[in-house]
């Protein structure tokens, strides 16, 4: 079987996630907006898994909005959260995820102006002249990524919630690839909204949820019901929403477990890498990183070139974002580090998960010196 070094772009089903979604799978189908018992049932189920979503994060169980994933959480955070407002400023941060970049470009349609945050060379935000963005004129948002998911390194955004609610801004934090990998609460981050997916987690693909706090005017950017609090209209997807829930449990209940697992496989290849003359470690020298992510290039190769290499050598990894993947152009995330283009198209992220074990390390590293040497 290929060794899969891939879990920031997705993660495999946790056998416990799907069992505990296989009654709403084979059993009979209810909508959970029905009355009758099988309906009842229905809505119990999803109830439940709201609470285990919250418990996850540190939010109030009705403050969890279901959506079909971190995609349509970020997009329902920045175009909801300016629906209705007047037209003034939102701020994202230059290596943030496409979901949020685009939501956010979109809104310059409608008269908004439209900034990124700018980052140093390890791709950490640049606090001098975020707050002078900050004193040009209103704001209605910031928003920006608690951890990249293609460079792993982690932003203090709860500094920069500080700074957006001194300027009456509302903080949104995209914490899709944080969560489960790191300790995230919405109350230590400041946060008003605060996006989350489950197949990230062991969860199913299909299911995210962006937490709304009681105190934000936030307008539905999908109608057709009265599910959500108004807020998104649809038939819940009860057993995807099941399983997200089953997996926020897990990964609360065995965080520190998992992070101390993957935190151990990442430094084992770091340290392998960095033996290496040829390679550049991106955002290596950032004070905080997941425990799971490490993004390199080697000199000399297209990242590409060298990830179909590696399948062939029986090792899954990415280039980069795998929702950029087959574009064919450089890494946003590393021409905003200050990387060439050259450069930015080297890349390779290995991203470890719970059932990586240091075996697939060594024959990961075996494999590249093998590839390199060959060439």
């Not at 209810?30 to 898994?49: K, M, P, T």
């Not at 993947?325 to 060439?340: T, Y």
């Amino acid at each position: 079987m290929p060794t899969y070094l891939d879990h920031n772009a997705t993660t495999h089903l946790d056998p416990r996630v799907l069992e505990a979604m296989l009654p709403y799978l084979s059993g009979p189908s209810a909508n959970a907006s029905s009355l009758h018992r099988y309906g009842r049932i229905a809505r119990d189920a999803v109830e439940q898994a709201r609470v285990q979503v919250a418990q996850l994060v540190g939010c109030e169980a009705k403050e969890v909005v279901w959506t079909s994933g971190g995609t349509e959480a970020n997009n329902l955070a920045l175009k909801g959260a300016t629906a209705s407002e007047t037209a003034s400023r939102v701020l994202y941060g230059a290596t943030d995820h496409p979901a949020v970049m685009e939501a956010a470009e979109s809104l310059a349609q409608a008269g908004w102006r439209v900034e990124a945050i700018a980052v140093d060379t390890n791709g950490v935000f640049d606090f001098a002249a975020l707050e002078a963005q900050l004193a040009d004129g209103p704001l209605r948002l910031v928003s920006a990524m608690r951890a990249n998911n293609e460079t792993g390194v982690i932003q203090d955004v709860a500094r920069v919630a500080q700074l957006a609610h001194a300027k009456g801004a509302l903080m949104h934090v995209d914490a899709v690839q944080a969560v489960g990998k790191i300790a995230v609460d919405i109350l230590e981050l400041d946060a008003d909204l605060l996006s989350l997916s489950a197949h990230k987690i062991y969860g199913p693909k299909g299911s995210g949820a962006l937490v709304v706090r009681s105190h934000v005017d936030l307008r539905p950017i999908q109608h057709g019901g009265a599910q959500e609090r108004g807020l998104r209209g649809g038939t819940e997807n009860v057993a995807a929403i099941v399983g997200f829930g089953a997996a926020a449990e897990l990964a609360r209940l065995e965080l520190e477990e998992r992070a101390a697992h993957v935190q151990v496989l990442r430094q084992r290849l770091e340290a392998g890498l960095r033996t290496r003359p040829d390679t550049l470690i991106f955002g290596g020298n950032a004070r905080e990183h997941l425990p799971n992510t490490l993004q390199f290039a080697i000199a000399g190769w297209d990242g590409e070139a060298l990830l179909m290499a590696l399948d062939r050598k029986g090792f899954a990894v990415s280039s980069g974002s795998a929702c950029a993947s087959g574009s064919g152009e450089p890494s946003h995330v590393l021409l905003a580090m200050g990387h060439d283009r050259v450069t930015a198209k080297g890349a390779i992220r290995a991203s470890f998960g719970k059932d990586n074990v240091p075996g697939d390390v060594d024959g990961f590293l075996a494999a590249l010196s093998q590839i390199v040497a060959s060439a």
